[in-house]
């Protein structure tokens, strides 16, 4: 009990530190933490509930199966099986998925990924090298969840990375809730410098996957 209260207040402070940044405008987008790993549970927000208020009733406890642990009125977000993929399949502990207009427009840019280089930031994905690149994933929005979260978990290799879904945001996962904070402020930098370049330099082909 005493886990699950700390990562209820973890979760809640991250999802005000979101909502501070408009990063969850009208109620989309959704927010995780693991609690337990043997069985796997995992606190993920309410679907359809305003995020920038604060209630008893943010976030509800699920299984490996994405079902209420206990017995509620509440429904998980709509995208909880996507988080479910991420735990059963890695080590990692927190997953945060936005609406962004940066992050909405790379997916109208490029096709199947997008290939970002030479920023300073990317140190904040733990990557070093000189001139470093990060390769990010693009899958289609799909209607039907079922079939979104087999797209989706096709692109879930390590215990943190991201995936963009085609007009419907970012999702972005790490070993912790401050690790993948700073990954997706990461993320969010890198993709509005770029379009911030491209409205400047407005030489790239729709479609292409790189640019630098």
């Not at 490996?64 to 429904?75: A, G, H, I, Y």
């Amino acid at each position: 009990m005493r886990q699950l209260f700390r990562q209820w207040q973890e979760l809640s402070e991250l999802k005000k530190e979101l909502t501070d940044r408009n990063w969850f405008p009208a109620t989309s987008g959704n927010i995780s933490i693991k609690v337990s790993d043997n069985p796997l549970t995992f606190l993920v927000t309410a679907s359809g509930r305003d995020k920038t208020k604060t209630t008893p009733d943010d976030f509800l406890l699920v299984d490996q199966n994405s079902k209420p642990v206990l017995e509620t009125d509440l429904r998980p977000s709509a995208e909880t099986l996507l988080h479910t993929y991420i735990y059963n399949l890695t080590n990692a502990a927190c997953v945060l998925h936005i609406h962004t207009t940066d992050n909405n427009v790379i997916t109208n840019v490029y096709d199947q990924e997008v290939v970002l280089r030479n920023q300073e930031i990317i140190k904040a994905l733990n990557i070093w090298e000189e001139g470093a690149s990060i390769r990010i994933p693009i899958i289609e929005n799909y209607a039907h969840i079922p079939t979104l979260g087999e797209e989706f978990r096709k692109h879930i290799h390590e215990d943190a990375g991201a995936v963009l879904i085609r007009n419907h945001g970012i999702t972005v996962w790490g070993k912790d809730g401050f690790d993948t904070k700073k990954r997706l402020e990461a993320y969010e930098f890198l993709f509005q410098f770029h379009i911030k370049l491209l409205s400047i330099k407005g030489d790239v082909q729709h479609g292409a996957n790189t640019y630098s």
